[in-house]
């Protein structure tokens, strides 16, 4: 079925494209209303595409639109094409509605601004690079979404680029991301050596019938699949952040708050745990790939809630938060709930934005001071900021009813009932299981500190800052009140119906049920059980962090930091992560490359070739003295060096290690075939079986069969030549023959 | 074989050798009485002025580069020359002789590589590089 | 003799491009003291006219045919790489003009020893004897010395050339040594056909294989491939920009021209003869050698001519694991080369023309502090060069990231070869950052300096023409993919051989 699809990332693009062109002589209203527009538009476009023509193609694999080939050669077709199914029409729901909203909020926000135009065109550029990214059919077309994304994220963090901790930042997440982007390109790659095609339909159709390619046993003993899933996954964590390559998403927070919300929590990030998903059937194929996705994400979620504890920077909590929580999204995709590990992307999209739109409007009260140590009592004086904070904070903490109570319940519970891991890996699922819950009431507990922090109790800030304390205007109100709205109630899209028999309650399971599979099966036990755990879990984080901050810093609080400094300071430092990847790889890289400027520019040349021997001096000094033209001696003796060192690689004697002895009763049978070194030359061979001087066999052939007279111990000697070059090798095997 | 290469290396031998023998001769044999007038370089009696390790104008090698550049191509008519029957036959030449039609490729050929040579003496003509101003 | 006129037919564009460039000599100095910009017309008349001939030329050459007593070899790689040579003299000439008038040096000669450099290229490429690739390499190089040493009052200049002589010199005496010996070894043979036939019989021999060594060694030192590469950052470096682009796409694809047929067909990898000489396992270690080492050394420059000529090695060495995969017998391997050599062409000279036009008389503006707030200053030329250096970095849906992409493919169908691939895709990750450092200084750092530049119709034509190329090459591969199949196939095994 076809729908012109193109439409919902051109819009985008279009929109950028002209206020990039144009955006300096248009005015502030207009800038703002043609990038909302072109947002706004993809967005009416992706919900009619989404509600009218998707249901009738839910069969036939969703929507089709090939825009052109793209690229055919041989082998290697692959359109331009983008598909819609249930899936990536989720995604492209989630995008475009929030991303509007954004647009919306950041009218306001960023009204102040010089360059007002060129931030709105990089807003639309990454709406359309990411609406590329989910809508692309093949890994390619995906590829060009997730390049383009990381180039956007990466001029949106160095927005401000007047201050450098922002281009800082901006290269860390870069060169983070490349390495994922590695992990990615090295995927693909191999992807389609295994299976001959890149698009996602073809690849996962060749997954689920378990093509050879894909389960052929490769290096390490796992089949390619696994390695194949294994660098995906690569690319996955660096941009979704996940450790070890989680580093860069805390800094990215120093560009324009909006941009936070939208790259950085809603979307950009969670491309990741949708190419997992997108990808599942590869996925199931490798229960070792699995296990790694899920643990990696169950370890992320606690270690980033554990670092969430200590900070006191608003928008920094709220990055960690985010790291945890695509753990969780990480984890549930990994334990083989997909559809639970795309609910909690989309609650977590809603809940996450409007925190951070609220972490924006309350900077904005505050001077532009992100402190939560300087603020408190909040609450009264920005009452709307305050109230859509709240719903959103009751949602991530998991509280009953609210967004992130199902689909973090959905998660937890599918890793304790989960089967994907088979019989030597099912410790993996409750062990996830547990973590998560222990990350849920961690989580529960540092955004409650934040919420008492900001909200409860009396105002710690200067009194100038809080003579200037207001809420904010409408055009950043309103988005906030839609976001809480979502936060609230948009988890019972995805209700477990399951509980109370009804499955098609859950409207999402239903919805994806095509593209991911079906939902799980969870016993009601189970879901009662876990269901009950992580209510319980976040009330006592919740009470837990009153008791500590409620109306600000308690007692109990300095009581615990006094009892605990070293604990305090090491989360406080976060865990001295930079710190350890500064001393174990940015140092000794640093020292590699003195060390090897060193030995190649101090020794190599300048000893080596001055001070060698007199023979080898006296030639190159008259040269020198001949030629007198600065350093092209040294050019020369390199070169000479080169023309040396190859001919020195092409006459190297065959390097073998070892070779192969039968032995069945008196007589052995050497094979000298496959020794490292010896492929594809023209070699003779030597064998003397009781290494006396006697050559037994010789000639071309590598194998040799020989008969001994009596029982004992014999060396066998083989000596390989390159008739080529003269030159020779041995090697020695001590048998036993009884 | 071998026997065509020793008469080659006697003949070099000869040659080399008899050059050697004379100037040691004349070294050895003749009478050696220097006076102050003898030594100085010009005997004519002209006092020398100057250092001779004066720096050439580059015309010099200017001109000396044109002159081997030119030297070296019209050393490339000789082989062609010798070649010219060939070159000229349509067929191959039977005793000397071309029986097989005439072909333009002798004169042809030629002429283009002439045709090169007079391009470049024209630009270096032009260029002023062989006149000395 | 065997000869009629209709061969001349065969190398019409090689006459096209050799008789207008010593046109432009005489027109040079016969038309003294006139406007410059008539000659520039004139070599690009040239081009175009040889452009045609060659297109003319690729339905006939769908086999393969030898003419001129077996010089000279007529198909559809040769000419693809002349259609690539061609484009390459054009550009070259639009960039130099503006380039030459803004720096004060009006070298009316430039243009026709462009085109002799073409000439030479065409000559490498059709090349089926191992004379006619000596000529063909010479002519390359002795244009190529005198383009870069062309600026004659900036110290530099001289420099480079004085370096590139003589290095290239050097390289000559063992090209010639390595012929020779392949000569004597095979008995006589000339022809890659003829030399082909006793490969496998001649590979027994140590001073043949020794040969195919030197021949080898002086064919990579024209890629600039490591160790073989210190002459290219003086003088990338030291000729007049629109020279080093010259050099950088043109002189290497010829020499991967040669490389690709000597190497591909000759010199044979597994199933064809020759395969024991085992040339592959070393040019694997150069290729991982020569992009590490470029990649390496790029990241600490500061001049960015400087760190572009190091980036041109590392390029080298990607292109070299297409050659290392041709060895082995991948199929298509030959065609992602030659697509590479195209998407790279239309890159180096976008990139070296945005150098060239940013730079103004006595403030070339060569390093990367000097181009902060370009992106404010002038838009368009940031954003081609931003366009260029993606496409450097194989960022898609730029050309380079098709390049590279198709390359590393055919690398990855044989698992012997996974080390150098992944070589291939860490380094050319790496790479994207020192580009990267280029676009952020454009974009987000104020101007120290006014940035204002001469106005040149021409330049902007050759940028808007290459900056279009690169992103077509990106968004519609297809056409030059198919044409890149139909002449990597000309080079593929041939039977028989």
Not at chain 1, 656 to 672: C, E, L, S
Not at chain 3, 364 to 392: K, Q
Request: hydrophobic residues 55%.
């Amino acid at each position: 079925m076809s729908f012109s699809l193109r439409l919902i990332p051109l819009l985008p693009f279009a929109g950028a494209t002209v206020l990039l062109l144009f955006g300096r002589a248009f005015s502030r209203q207009w800038v703002h209303l043609i990038a909302c527009l072109a947002i706004g538009t993809a967005f009416l476009v992706s919900a009619d595409a989404f509600f009218t023509a998707l249901p009738a193609a839910h069969e036939s694999g969703g929507l089709h639109d090939i825009v052109w080939a793209w690229f055919a050669s041989g082998d290697l077709k692959v359109d331009l094409a983008f598909r819609m199914d249930a899936l990536s029409g989720v995604m492209c729901l989630i995008i475009t509605f929030i991303g509007t909203l954004i647009h919306i909020y950041s009218a306001g926000y960023m009204s102040h601004e010089k360059d007002y135009a060129r931030f709105f065109a990089y807003l639309n550029l990454f709406c359309g690079a990411m609406l590329i990214l989910v809508l692309g059919d093949s890994l390619p077309v995906m590829f060009v979404g997730w390049e383009g994304v990381g180039l956007c994220s990466y001029l949106l963090i160095g927005f401000w680029y007047g201050q450098t901790a922002n281009a800082n930042a901006g290269k860390k997440a870069f060169i983070t991301n490349r390495i994922g982007d590695f992990g990615f390109l090295l995927g693909m790659f191999l992807l389609f050596s295994a299976t001959n095609t890149l698009d996602m339909p073809g690849i996962n159709a060749a997954a689920k019938a378990g093509a050879a390619g894909l389960t052929e046993i490769s290096w390490m003993g796992q089949p390619v699949a696994f390695w194949a899933a294994l660098f995906l996954f690569v690319g996955a964590a660096g941009k979704s952040a996940q450790i070890p390559l989680y580093v860069w998403l805390p800094d990215a927070m120093a560009g324009p708050t909006p941009v936070s919300a939208l790259i950085h929590a809603a979307t950009m990030v969670t491309a990741g745990v949708y190419m997992v998903a997108r990808l599942g059937a590869l996925y199931l194929l490798s229960p070792a790939a699995m296990a790694i996705v899920a643990l990696v994400g169950a370890a992320t979620a606690i270690f980033a809630a554990i670092i969430g504890f200590a900070q006191n920077d608003f928008k920094k909590v709220l990055a960690y938060s985010t790291v945890s929580q695509l753990g969780f999204m990480f984890a549930g995709v990994g334990t083989g709930a997909f559809g639970s590990g795309v609910f909690h992307l989309y609650t977590h999209a809603f809940f996450k934005a409007g925190l951070f739109l609220c972490a924006g409007s309350v900077m904005h009260a505050m001077s532009g001071s992100g402190d939560i140590t300087k603020m408190g009592g909040l609450g009264r004086k920005i009452p709307w900021t305050h109230r859509v904070f709240f719903v959103c904070w009751l949602a991530i903490c998991g509280v009953p009813i609210f967004s992130g109570f199902f689909s973090k319940d959905a998660i937890v519970a599918g890793a304790f009932a989960t089967h994907v891991f088979g019989e030597s890996l099912s410790w993996v699922g409750p062990v996830v299981g547990t973590v998560l819950l222990l990350a849920a009431l961690c989580t529960s507990f540092y955004m409650s500190r934040l919420y008492f922090l900001v909200f409860s109790g009396e105002c710690r800030a200067d009194h100038e800052t809080q003579h200037h304390i207001h809420e904010s205007p409408i055009e950043m109100v309103g988005p906030l009140v839609v976001l809480a709205v979502g936060a609230g109630l948009g988890g019972l899209i995805g209700f477990p119906g399951g509980l109370f028999g009804h499955e098609e309650w859950n409207l999402l399971g239903h919805w994806l049920e095509p593209v991911v599979g079906p939902e799980l099966h969870i016993p009601h036990a189970v879901e009662v059980t876990v269901m009950a755990a992580s209510t319980a879990v976040a009330f006592v984080g919740i009470f837990l962090a009153r008791a500590f901050f409620g109306g600000g810093y308690r007692e109990p609080a300095h009581q615990f930091a006094r009892s605990m400094p070293g604990f305090v300071a090491l989360v406080r430092d976060k865990f001295r992560v930079d710190e350890l990847y500064n001393f174990f790889i940015v140092r000794p890289l640093r020292f590699v490359s003195r060390g090897l400027f060193v030995i190649v520019d101090r020794i190599v040349i300048d000893k080596a070739m001055v001070e060698v021997p007199a023979a080898i001096v006296g030639v190159f000094g008259r040269a020198a003295r001949w030629f007198q033209a600065g350093d092209a001696q040294r050019y020369l003796a390199t070169f000479a060096i080169g023309v040396a060192a190859i001919f020195y690689l092409a006459t190297r004697p065959p390097a073998p290690d070892a070779f192969k002895v039968t032995i069945q009763g008196t007589a052995v049978d050497v094979d000298a075939r496959g020794v490292a070194g010896t492929a594809g030359r023209t070699l003779l061979y030597d064998f003397d079986f009781e290494a006396d001087g006697t050559v037994d066999r010789k000639g071309s052939s590598p194998t040799a069969h020989f008969v001994y007279e009596g029982t004992g111990t014999y060396v066998i000697r083989v000596t390989i030549k390159d008739p080529r070059w003269g030159t020779s090798t041995r090697l020695e095997q001590k048998v036993r023959i009884q | 074989m071998t026997s065509d290469y020793i008469a080659a290396t006697l003949a070099i031998l000869a040659g080399v050798g008899m050059a050697l023998l004379l100037t040691m001769v004349a070294q050895h044999v003749g009478p050696h009485r220097p006076t102050k007038a003898k030594q100085i370089p010009y005997e004519a009696g002209s006092d020398v002025i100057g250092s001779p390790r004066a720096r050439f104008s580059v015309k010099f090698y200017q001109v000396a580069i044109m002159f081997l550049v030119f030297d070296i191509e019209a050393a490339f008519l000789y082989p062609w020359a010798v070649n010219y029957r060939k070159l000229s036959c349509l067929g191959p030449l039977q005793d000397g002789v071309c029986t097989a039609g005439v072909s333009f490729f002798g004169l042809g050929g030629v002429m283009v590589f002439m045709a090169v040579l007079v391009v470049a003496l024209a630009y270096v003509w032009r260029k002023r590089a062989i006149g000395w101003e | 003799m065997s000869f009629d006129l209709s061969q001349l037919s065969a190398i019409v564009p090689l006459i096209i491009v050799t008789g207008m460039g010593c046109l432009i000599l005489l027109a040079e100095t016969f038309a003294r003291n006139r406007a410059r910009t008539g000659l520039a017309s004139l070599a690009l008349g040239g081009c175009v006219f040889a452009f045609v001939a060659v297109a003319a030329q690729w339905d006939a050459a769908a086999t393969k045919t030898t003419v001129l007593q077996g010089m000279w070899v007529m198909d559809r790689m040769a000419l693809f790489l002349d259609a690539t040579f061609v484009a390459t003299a054009a550009i070259t000439v639009l960039i130099s003009g503006p380039f030459m008038r803004e720096h004060g040096f009006e070298f009316g000669e430039f243009y026709g020893i462009v085109l002799f450099a073409t000439g030479g290229m065409m000559m490498v490429s059709h090349a089926d004897h191992l004379l006619m690739l000596l000529i063909g390499i010479e002519t390359t190089s002795l244009a190529a010395y005198v383009l870069t040493g062309c600026w004659r009052r900036n110290a530099r200049s001289s420099e480079g050339a004085m370096k590139y002589f003589l290095m290239g010199a050097f390289a000559t005496g063992f090209l010639v040594y390595g012929m020779a010996l392949i000569y004597g070894t095979t008995g006589g043979e000339m022809t890659y056909a003829g030399i082909a036939a006793k490969a496998a019989v001649s590979s027994n021999s140590s001073l043949f294989v020794a040969g195919v060594y030197f021949v080898l060694i002086a064919l990579i030192f024209k890629v600039a491939a490591v160790p073989f590469h210190m002459w290219a950052p003086d003088t990338y470096e030291g000729a007049p920009t629109p020279a080093t682009g010259f050099m950088a796409a043109g002189v290497k694809a010829a020499a991967f021209g040669a490389i690709l047929r000597l190497f591909g067909t000759v010199f044979g990898g597994p199933g064809l003869p020759g395969e024991p000489i085992g040339w592959v396992r070393i040019l694997a270690t150069v290729a991982i050698l020569t992009m590490t080492f470029g990649n390496l050394a790029a990241l600490r420059q500061e001049n960015i001519k400087r760190m572009l000529a190091y980036s041109s090695i590392a390029h080298a060495g990607y292109l070299l694991v297409g050659v290392v995969a041709v060895g082995v017998g991948i199929a298509g391997a030959q065609s992602a080369v030659l697509f590479y050599l195209v998407t790279y062409t239309f890159t180096t000279l976008g990139v070296f023309g945005v150098i060239a036009w940013v730079g103004k008389r006595g403030d070339e503006r060569l390093f990367v502090d000097d181009w902060a707030g370009l992106g404010t200053a002038r838009p368009a030329l940031a954003l081609a060069m931003t366009i260029f250096l993606l496409s450097l970095g194989g960022v898609p849906p730029t050309g380079g990231f098709f390049g590279k992409f198709y390359l590393f493919r055919a690398a990855m169908q044989s698992p012997e070869l996974y080390p150098l691939v992944i070589a291939g895709v860490l380094n050319s990750v790496v790479s994207v950052y020192y580009y990267l450092r280029v676009v952020v200084a454009m974009y987000f750092r104020d101007a120290t300096r006014p940035l204002d530049s001469y106005p040149s119709a021409s330049m902007r034509a050759a940028l808007v023409l290459t900056a279009i190329a690169v992103v077509v090459l990106g968004l519609f591969p297809g056409a030059v993919v198919d044409w890149a199949g139909g002449a990597g196939a000309a080079v593929a095994k041939v039977a028989g051989l």
